[in-house]
């Protein structure tokens, strides 16, 4: 038996009717090409079972398997295409045994080494991950990333890359080595399973191609007048910096803004995706920094739009705008903000992006305010920063703001939350508009 491209785990806390959920999502996929697994620790074997068989008859319909997590006994009972081990589950080779040579056998592997005994032990494929950032496997510390998985890829057993795979980073997989892409959220947290399935499918086999942005110039350096905007590598807030809390090496520092591993967790194309920035539109970009969102705006709003890009810092400002010339992004007006001032567009916008920036205002409600007061009728002030506590980008505990305190923050500031949007996996993400 082939094993499938697209495996969809299942996870009935984000979706109660799985065999629903499984039909809407199989729809339309060409037979042969996904998986479902059915992972749900917490089910005794009868319940297991009925939804096995249940989600068995969803699979069968379409032309898809069905594979059982960790019970041996449940898949065979079930009549299902196959199992799936966990780390913790029965040695592939005994599983083998039991199954026979028909079933597919699959097993979670997070290094060279699993895959090695999963391959001696008569699998036909394994699940490799965390390939990017999930926040159910952040405990494991880093992702284990597409060049782990691009070594483990070469001893020859089909892999399977899991963990933070999306349509926009499942084709990153298969140019590592994976034979197909698996998920959790990308097909139970969309909402519409089946163009979400199609997309991890197609982006999968036809990934676009990677945006062209010019890369920044290495060669600068540049005296630092005043602390910059933003801050990413792992606690860098107080690494590398001099004693006013500037970057000491202005080149690394943008190197590290635009670092492509940064889109793994910032998602920033996802992120425009889900707020609709939309041909047209005009948009500000508070704290742009050397142009990681704003490069991006710039395409979204096409030459009819224009974004506004703010920069406190005279030394990144004139590396944005280089930045800006190269790409020939002619719709981006960069303006430096005063020391003191309030980095306010120039204009109303339809959308006012604070990515990254607001743990950096002294007084955020105020800050939030005044944004709020350039926003055109119907616009939107969207805010994301990294969460509270230990995590393995951003700035250091103590200078993050909580999901908790930027909302009574934003209440403080007269805006009330629209929508919520929670795939970023290090941190919060709140579309607002002003109350009442
Ligand atoms: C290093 C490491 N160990 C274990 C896991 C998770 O175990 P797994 O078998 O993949 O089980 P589930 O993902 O189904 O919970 C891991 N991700 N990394
Ligand atoms: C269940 C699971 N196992 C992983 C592994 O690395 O073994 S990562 C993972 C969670 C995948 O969820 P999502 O697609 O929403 O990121
Ligand atoms: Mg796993």
Request: hydrophobic share 45%; net charge negative.
């Amino acid at each position: 038996m082939a094993v499938p491209a697209v495996h969809l785990i299942t996870d009935r806390r984000l979706v109660p009717d799985l065999p629903a959920r499984a039909r809407q999502a199989l729809s339309g996929l060409p037979p042969g090409t996904a998986a479902v697994h059915l992972r749900e620790k917490d089910l005794g074997g009868a319940a297991l079972l009925r939804l096995a068989r249940a989600l068995r008859d969803a699979c069968h319909e379409a032309g898809q398997l069905l594979l059982v997590n960790d019970r041996l006994d449940v898949a065979l009972a079930a009549g299902a295409d196959g199992l799936h081990l966990p780390a913790s589950g029965l040695p592939p080779a005994e599983a083998r045994r039991a199954l026979g040579p028909g079933p597919l056998l699959g097993v979670s592997c997070h290094s060279e080494a699993d895959v090695a005994r999963a391959l001696r032990g008569g699998a036909d494929f394994a699940t490799f991950g965390p390939a990017f950032a999930t926040p159910s496997k952040l405990r494991y510390g880093p992702p284990v990333g597409l060049e782990a998985l691009r070594r483990a890829a070469a001893l020859g057993l089909p892999l399977v890359a899991l963990g933070g795979i999306d349509a926009a980073n499942a084709g990153a997989a298969r140019a590592a080595g994976a034979g197909g892409v698996a998920a959790i959220r990308a097909w139970l947290a969309a909402p519409d399973p089946a163009a979400a399935v199609a997309a991890l499918l197609e982006g999968f086999e036809n990934p676009a191609p990677a945006p062209r942005l010019p890369p920044p110039d290495p060669s600068r350096r540049t005296a630092m007048p005043h602390d910059p905007q933003r801050e990413h590598g792992p606690h860098d807030h107080h690494h590398g910096r001099d004693a006013h809390g500037n970057p000491a090496d202005l080149a690394a520092y943008v190197a590290k803004q635009e670092d492509p591993s940064r889109d793994e967790w910032q998602k920033p194309d996802q992120v425009l995706a889900a707020l609709g920035v939309a041909p047209g539109q005009v948009v500000c970009d508070v704290g742009a920094g050397p142009g990681y969102f704003t490069l991006r705006l710039a395409r979204a709003v096409g030459p009819g739009g224009v974004v506004h890009a703010m920069e406190i810092e005279p030394a990144i400002l004139a590396i944005l705008r280089e930045r800006l010339a190269a790409a020939g992004a002619s719709n981006v007006r960069a303006h430096l903000v005063a020391p003191e001032a309030l980095p306010l567009p120039p204009e109303p916008c339809d959308l006012v992006l604070v990515a990254d920036v607001f743990h950096h205002f002294p007084d955020g409600p105020a800050a939030l305010r005044a944004l709020a007061a350039r926003l055109r009728p119907g616009g939107r002030l969207v805010n994301l920063d990294f969460h509270a506590g230990e995590l393995p980008v951003g700035p250091g505990p103590d200078h993050k703001v909580s999901r908790e305190a930027f909302l009574a923050a934003a209440a403080e500031a007269g805006l009330e939350v629209d929508r919520e949007l929670s795939f970023l996996p290090y941190q919060y993400l709140f579309v607002l508009r002003p109350a009442g």
